[in-house]
């Protein structure tokens, strides 16, 4: 049986602070929608996801999706201690780390997410 469940654990619309958040190429006065979110399948903690959205670009990205291109890396981690809690699993647990930013038609980047995967049989 696969269920899959997501939980907002915020959506935020918040001043731009590079020490906390990703290089966004924003300033300190621009505002971005912060999201955090698990998501659980079968009757588990599957993924962790951040997204960071410009407020100056977000309702436009909606819309305009196909004027987007998406930059995907994928790296093998060890996983935070507090990430780990989220998917209930040792500390220093090994796992997959997937920054994916969109970029619109002027390489301005509308969206990034970070997600965080359990490494299921994977040691490093």
């Known amino acids: 049986e696969v269920s899959e469940n997501i939980e907002e654990l915020e959506h935020e619309l918040k001043l731009y602070t590079p020490k906390t958040m990703p ?3 924003l300033n300190k006065e621009d505002k971005v929608y912060h999201s955090r979110r698990l998501y659980y399948g079968e009757r588990r903690t599957m993924f962790y996801i ?17 004027n987007s291109q998406i930059h995907r890396t994928i790296h093998v981690v060890k996983l935070q201690s507090d ?16 920054t994916s930013t969109t970029t619109n038609q002027e390489n301005i980047i509308t969206e990034l997410s970070i997600a965080y995967v359990q490494g299921y049989n994977v040691s490093i």
């Open 83 to 98: 990430i780990c809690r989220l998917f209930n699993i040792p500390e220093n647990s090994a796992g997959f780390k997937i």
């Open 50 to 66: 951040e997204i960071y959205q410009p407020e100056k670009y977000y309702p436009k990205t909606i819309e305009n999706k196909n």
């Open 23 to 25: 290089n966004l190429g």
